[in-house]
Each structure stands twice: as C-alpha cells, then as structure tokens.
C-alpha cells in the first residue's frame, strides 16, 4: 500500500521520542535510503525524505532534552542518500576496517576462552595465517577447528571398534569356533540377539572394572582383556565367524553400542581431559572457511612454489629482498631505517615467466595475491575505470598482506598526452593516487609486469612508486634445462632423454 512504509518509519521512531533515552539502530540503512537520483521509484524517494524528517525530528529541542542515539550500519557508505550524512543527521561515521592480524589475535583469544587447546596451539601464528578474516570468519574457523577435533574423536572410536572385531574373528578362528556349524546349531536371529545382550553386559562390566580416564581408553581396555575370553559372546553364535566389514548394519550398530552406553551421562571433566582441539584441526578448518575479504575481493594464496621455476635464480633473489624479507622481517627493516621498495617492476620478452615469479613470491611470503589484467579495469562508462582502480587497492589492504599484480601494466598506464584520451588519462592519475598513498600500505606490495616499458607513463617509474626495475632475461641454455627438468617432474621420460 502506498504511504505503510512512511508510516512504519514515522511509528518507530515516535516510539523512540515516548521511550527517551532511547538508541535507535538500524542494520543495512543503505537499502531504505539510496541516493535518491539512483532510485527506481517514486517510492523510495518519499521514505529517504521521511527518513530525513524523522532524523531531525531527533534534535535536543524536540525531544524535550530526553537524548534520543540513531546508529545505522552498513558496508556500503557510498550508496547513501547525500543528506543524510550532513552534520544534524549522522555527525560522526566509524570506519570498521578488516582486522589486522593484531586484531585478529586478539579476536582469537576472545573466541578460544572456551575451548579447550591443545599444548602445541599458537594464537599468534594463527593469527598470521588469516589474513582478511573478519570477526564473523574466525568464529565460523573455529567451530570448524572444533567439529575437526570431535570428528578425529569418533574416527577414533570407530578404528577402535574395527580393531575389536578384527582380533574377535580371528580368535574364533583359532579356537576352533568352527566346529559350531559340526554340531547343528542354530544360528537364529534370537540367538544373536541374546549374545549380542550378553557382550553388552560383559562390555559394561569390563568399563566399570577398568576405571580408566577416557572412553577412548575404556575400549582399549575392553578390547585387550575380554577379545579373548568368548568371542561367541560378542559375535554370537553363529556357523561361520563374520569379520566386522561383512557384518550386517545391525550388527554393527550392537558392537558400538555396547561402548557407547557404557557412557550414558556427559563426559566429566576427568574424561573430557585428553580430547583437546589441536593446531592441526585449526589448520584443516583454513581450508573450509573462506574469508569475506577473499569473497569480495578475489584475494587468494596462489599455489606456485619456487620449485615450480625453473632458472631466474637472479630475479628470484632481488626480489625476495624486495618483497618476501620486508614482510617477514619488518621489525628488522625498522630497525636499521630501511624502507622497503613500494613497487617492483618486471620487465622483458613476453614468456620469459613474469607471472609466475609474482605468484611464487606471494606464495614463499604467506601473502595474498590479486592478479589484475590492464585492460580488465577498463570501462567505457565514465568513471567506472577510476573506481575499479580504487576497488583493487581497498581490496587489497583488507587482505593485507597482500601483493597486487599488474599484468600488461602498459594496457592500464600509457604515457599520457599525444593521442591518449581524457578516461585514460584519469586511470593513470587513479593508478598514480593509489600507489603514492602506498608510503602507510600496511603489508600491500606493488608487482607490475610488462614488455613495453617505452610506452609506460613516466611518473609511474619514478622513485616511490614502481621504483625498482627488473629485467626478466631470456633463459641460457643451461637454464633452459634448468627449466625443461622443471616441466617434466611429473612426466614419465624414457631412459634415453
């Protein structure tokens, strides 16, 4: 109906003024009040100007001096109406900024008080391998840790239980179990039931005689000391002695049940003493959780390794000094006043694995890595490029730390002036802002590939933005073999090559 939405909103916040002091919060503001020269219809024009209305209707004066708080949330500060983000309205804007790994840490801590970690557990290094986990993520990352941790438990129980009916079967068979199908024994499902009652009951017994401090340990104890005893008590009676695999679903189901009503009640602490979550669960639960950061902002750990290049041992050592040691060692840089390159440059014949050294250095670093073609940002609306350019720099200090990768950097970043046109020329400014504002990255590093250096904007090579250049040779001939011996590790090769 038209007008419910103005009236809904005129109705809250009148409720608001009845109950001052009073904090008024609304989640994801930016879908009720858009720009309104972006909106659609005619509707959602009217609820941003009631809104508006409602907003000044706060003021101290109307509110007979009773404080009434408005806080709105959202991740996407540009779609707001103008207006509403004047003084009078929203004076004040927090920025909430993906955590940094000191953040993270310290969310970390927060979110294990409760769990119970193993000895070797390592908040900080864990902390270093989330880069771009927001608070949400490493919440979801440690409910995955602690489902890992009660999946290795039962996996436990389970290889217990296997282990158990094995040492059963095969005790039949040296006490000459056979014999039973001689005599003309029935081998009903009645008498399976009652035998498989009474190694409940056996099981039982054997728990509460072993006394021991986990279950895990109580199957251990029941399986050395009682597989021995009858196994027709466990498997029951039948002709032929059946290994756990061929057992019926049933059957197995009684086996594990025995043990497991040996444990009625919840663990007690005493038995919950050994079941810990370990850093090798947190590990595993890395690879289920993907960060919000690396969803929005395609920012990955790529899967190149050094070994999977061959030759370019020149290039790969300046630019581990370049990028891989900054990161490693910052507090070592500081120390002696050294600043680390903003940018790196390589440039040389197309082929000559350009691309590949950029990965392997985000890879040997534990760095994120976005990889952007020139002419991907590129757009024939006016402004689009710009704010692409800006996208892949937010993007990347949210999952700092982080190396940024230009590939074709001459498609994005041409000499200006002569026949450029004015959108390509706003880019290279964008690109130049961007990179100048690098000085405070936070762990964000520039690589840039090319074989047109000639035609790149002179001020991107300069001194503080792409100021080390790297020319990437093509290979000798001793390290063509370097690099042949690489491509065929996984390749099976006649004798004679």
Not at 386 to 397: G, I, N, T
Request: charged fraction near 25%.
């Amino acid at each position: 109906m038209s007008g419910e939405s103005e009236k809904k909103l005129r109705e809250v916040f009148a409720e608001a003024r009845a109950l001052a002091p009073c904090i008024v919060f609304i989640d994801e503001i930016d879908a009720i009040t858009p720009k309104r020269e972006n909106a659609q219809r005619e509707m959602e024009r009217r609820i941003v100007a009631q809104m508006l209305t409602c907003v000044d209707d706060l003021s101290w004066e109307k509110t007979d001096h009773k404080p009434v708080m408005l806080i709105g949330a959202t991740n996407r500060p540009d779609s707001l109406d103008p207006a509403l983000r004047r003084a009078g309205r929203f004076d004040r804007e927090i920025a909430m900024p993906v955590p940094d790994e000191e953040a993270r840490e310290q969310i970390l801590r927060v979110l294990c008080q409760r769990l119970r970690l193993s000895g070797d557990f390592d908040i900080k290094e864990l902390a270093k391998r989330t880069p771009g986990y927001v608070g949400a993520d490493l919440n979801a990352l440690t409910t995955a840790a602690g489902m890992n941790a009660v999946k290795r438990i039962f996996h436990t129980l389970q290889a217990l239980s296997d282990t158990l009916a094995d040492r059963l079967s095969q005790t039949a068979v040296e006490d000459g179990w056979r014999s039973h199908s001689d005599t003309g024994m029935d081998s009903s499902t009645d008498s399976r039931n009652t035998s498989a009652n009474k190694a409940m009951s056996t099981w039982k017994q054997a728990s509460r005689d072993a006394n021991d401090s986990s279950p895990v340990s109580s199957y251990e104890k029941f399986s050395r000391d009682h597989s021995t005893s009858n196994p027709a008590l466990v498997c029951g009676q039948v002709s032929t002695p059946m290994l756990w695999d061929s057992q019926p679903p049933s059957e197995k189901l009684r086996t594990i049940a025995a043990f497991l009503e040996c444990h009625p009640d919840p663990l007690s602490p005493e038995e919950l003493a050994p079941l810990a979550i370990t850093n090798a669960d947190f590990i595993q639960a890395l690879g289920k959780v993907q960060p919000s950061a690396q969803r929005e902002g395609f920012a990955t750990v790529p899967g190149v390794s050094w070994d999977d290049i061959g030759a370019l041992s020149s290039v790969r050592e300046e630019l581990r000094m370049a990028v891989v040691e900054p990161i490693r060692s910052p507090a070592l840089f500081a120390q002696v006043g050294i600043t680390a390159p903003a940018g790196v440059l390589l440039w040389g014949p197309p082929g000559n694995g350009k691309t590949l050294l950029a990965k392997a250095i985000a890879n040997d670093s534990h760095t994120n890595f976005i990889s952007v073609k020139g002419g991907e940002l590129m757009s024939k609306y006016v402004g689009d490029s710009e704010r692409a350019v800006r996208q892949v720099f937010s993007r990347a200090r949210a999952s700092s730390p982080c190396v940024v990768f230009f590939d074709e950097l001459d498609a994005l970043c041409s000499r200006r002036g002569g026949d450029q046109s004015e959108a390509s020329a706003r880019v290279v400014n964008t690109l130049l802002t961007e990179i100048d504002g690098m000085e405070a990255r936070k762990g964000v590093y520039v690589i840039a590939a090319t074989n047109r250096p000639d035609i790149i904007d002179p001020a991107m090579l300069r001194p503080g933005r792409l100021d080390k250049l790297l020319y990437v040779e093509l290979p000798t001939s001793a390290e063509r073999a370097d690099i042949l011996r690489t491509l065929s590790k996984k390749t099976p090769l006649a004798a004679d090559v």
